[in-house]
């Protein structure tokens, strides 16, 4: 089935360890988009990638980056994880820009310690 | 912010009843959708609303939209222990698809 996955479900590292979360789609959507969702609140948007375009939201700290090397994968970098970066991590795709609604991936929920 | 505000924040209820959760938005928007989130898991698109829609049905669910008063309401109907989620309703702003914005959620406990 096509799908969004999201490796690992589960990611544990330490304080200032940089780290890397995975997303890949076989939805062959143009768009991704990563989303940073902290325990018992909304999913906030860090960016996201149409095509090769990389449009990061204005309080994503510069500390979080992404890499889109195909269609298929997009990453999240976070450089130097620091306590208050513990969350679920979402990521989502849409097959053009401007359509109202994401397929969303199980999540990776980081914790640091 | 046009995030929108779900309500109630938290919803406990029988099997077999009613669920009825609210979201209000601020600014104008060109849809409005819920989703589903089960305990730690990814987010589940239930259903989407348009701003020129009223009502909108699926299977248990029914969506209303009041753009007037920049709100809706999901109505869950005979609801059962696996329906126990959070719910958050999301919207897009006007001018930009992307910028789905997501409430804060409202998180249902259906008792077998």
């Known amino acids: 089935d096509a799908m969004v996955i999201q490796n690992p479900r589960y990611q544990v590292t330490q304080f200032g360890k940089p780290v890397t979360l995975s997303c890949s789609q076989t939805l062959n959507h143009n768009v991704m988009y990563w989303y940073q969702q902290k325990s018992s609140q909304a999913p906030k948007l860090l960016f996201h990638y149409y095509d090769k375009d990389f449009n990061n939201e204005a309080d994503t700290p510069d500390n979080f980056q992404s890499r889109r090397p195909n269609t298929s994968f997009c990453f999240l970098d976070i450089r130097s994880p620091g306590l208050g970066d513990a969350a679920m991590y979402l990521c989502?795709?849409?097959?053009?820009?401007?359509?109202?609604?994401?397929?969303f991936g199980p999540g990776t929920r980081l914790t640091v310690l | 912010s046009q995030q929108g505000e779900e309500d109630p924040q938290a919803l406990s209820i029988q099997e077999g009843e009613n669920a009825t959760m609210n979201c209000s938005y601020k600014?104008?928007?060109?849809?409005l959708q819920w989703y589903r989130q089960n305990s730690g898991r990814g987010l589940v698109h239930l259903i989407l609303?348009?701003?020129?829609?009223r009502e909108k049905h699926s299977g248990r669910l029914r969506v209303t939209l009041d753009t007037s008063k920049k709100s809706s309401s999901l109505l869950i109907t005979a609801s059962r222990a696996a329906d126990t989620a959070s719910y958050f309703c999301?919207?897009?702003?006007?001018?930009?698809?992307?910028?789905?914005?997501f409430g804060p959620g409202t998180s249902l406990s259906v008792i077998p």
């Open positions: 600014t104008s928007i060109n849809n």
């Open positions: 999301a919207t897009d702003a006007e001018t930009s698809y992307d910028k789905v914005i």
């Open positions: 989502a795709t849409s097959d053009r820009p401007r359509v109202p609604y994401k397929f």
């Open positions: 609303i348009r701003s020129n829609e």
